[in-house]
């Protein structure tokens, strides 16, 4: 029964699957998940399976360790950045940042975020919105500056092309629809007009001092591609049938989520076919199957 989970903490099959700048990612759990349990399947003729440049990552604290922290756990992660603009080091926006409610977008703006110059961004937020930021903004170990002014929140974002930064801020004011009521409980259509990069819901000025900003990378939580599995919860060979007597469990299991995954799934998938296996491995002990 293989339940190792998937080759997140593998820097090498990182960059061979997921590609070049993925070695630099930080992972989000545990060191041990290498993608052992999916190479010892392949070495006996399992058929890879899913989405194999694929996987679930976010935005991370950027000096977070290279692997998951107990103590400090979900809390490196930044997810309130549907309320604000995110830049990176060229002072630019690069993303929409309120293209879907967060649940739907985080998954895959680590990669976004990953594929920005030197692999960072900064979240950038005003006062307006700063009572409405996410726990994980309230924690100890972060990358945070906060400032009085718009040109001494520039001086002190680090690595960032300060005279770029101040003049897409500039930009971005102008560009909000400030006529359509903000409303963070819906999709509020509260947009941007002409900017290169839009923002379709949630758009606010960022001019009402004091202004905070938390620096990110990307977070990998899990790959995404696999093995294939049967219905029975059992590893099926290149030639498409089962090896008898091995099944398999959670993450490794390829083919359940391409490009980007919904909140909550990986742990329903992990219980859902876990029953799955373990049902089908007893049966196959039993000599049932
Ligand atoms: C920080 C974080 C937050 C998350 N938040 C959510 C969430 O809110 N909701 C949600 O649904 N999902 C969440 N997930 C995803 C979810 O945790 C995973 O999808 C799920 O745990 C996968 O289960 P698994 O059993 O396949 O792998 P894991 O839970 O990773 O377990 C794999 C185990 O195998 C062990 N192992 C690895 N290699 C070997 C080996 N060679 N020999 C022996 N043991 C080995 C590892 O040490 C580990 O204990 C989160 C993940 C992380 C990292």
Known sequence: MLACGG?????????????????????????????????????????PHGNWSGGHAV?????????????????????????????????????DEGA????????????????QPQQFAWQIFDSKVL??????????????????????????????????????IKEWNASVMTEVPFNPAVKDGRGTRGLAVPKSNWANTIDQAPFEAYAVTCGLTFTFGGLKISTEGEVE??????????????????????????????????AVLGKLAGDGAGRYVAGKN
């Open 237 to 270: 060979s290149t030639d498409g049938h089962p090896i008898p007597g091995l099944f398999a469990a959670g993450e490794l299991v390829g083919g359940l989520f391409y490009h980007n995954y919904p909140g909550g799934t990986g742990l329903v998938s992990g």
């Open 100 to 115: 879907d409610f967060r649940n739907y977008t985080y998954a895959k703006y680590g990669a976004v975020i990953l594929s």
């Open 59 to 95: 935005g991370w604290d950027m000096n977070a360790p290279e692997f998951g922290d107990l103590e400090v756990g979900d809390n490196f992660q930044k997810h309130s950045y549907p309320l604000g603009i995110m830049v990176n080091a060229n002072g630019l926006r690069f993303v």
């Open 7 to 47: 080759f997140e903490s593998n820097a090498e099959m990182r960059t061979r699957y997921l590609g070049p700048t993925w070695d630099l990612a930080k992972v989000r759990g545990t060191r041990f998940n290498t993608g052992a349990g999916i190479n010892m399947a392949l070495a006996i003729g399992a058929k």
């Open 131 to 168: 009572d409405k930021l996410r726990d994980e903004y309230r924690i100890k170990r972060m990358t945070k500056v906060r400032a009085d002014t718009i040109e001494e929140l520039a001086k002190k974002l680090e690595g960032v092309d300060e005279q770029q930064f101040l003049k897409t």
